[in-house]
């Protein structure tokens, strides 16, 4: 069993930064491929970035690509992802998930409760 909190939400400029922090309990955090999904008001949930188990290979939405980017420390059990130069269409809340890495949500076991992330013009 693995349980996710996410952090670091929270209100920002267009163009501003901010850093998402995902902790994870449980000893086999480093087994799991990490991600990062969204959801804005009235659509899907959408992936955003995933990281391999053990550091490596990253993948990303492709409006992401170059703003935002995913790394995680094992050996704190967190995941986090940096967004710079956000933007509105950014705006969405922010979900944690451990699993196996794909852009497929329903490959990923466990989930966090998520973050709003609102991001103003």
């Known amino acids: 069993q693995v349980q996710l909190v996410e952090s670091g939400g929270g209100l920002v400029q267009a163009g501003g930064s901010l850093r998402l922090s995902c902790a994870a309990s449980g000893r086999t955090f480093s087994s799991y491929a990490m991600a990062w999904f969204r959801q804005a008001p009235g659509k899907e949930r959408e992936f955003v970035a995933g990281?391999?188990?053990?550091?490596?290979?990253?993948n990303y939405l492709d409006s992401v690509k170059g703003r935002f980017t995913i790394s995680r420390d094992n050996a704190k059990n967190t995941v986090y992802l940096q967004m710079n130069s956000l933007k509105p269409e950014d705006t969405a809340v922010y979900y944690c998930a451990a699993g196996a890495l794909s852009t497929w949500s329903l490959t990923y076991d466990y989930w966090g409760q998520g973050t709003q992330v609102t991001v103003s013009s």
């Open positions: 990281i391999r188990e053990s550091y490596g290979v990253r």
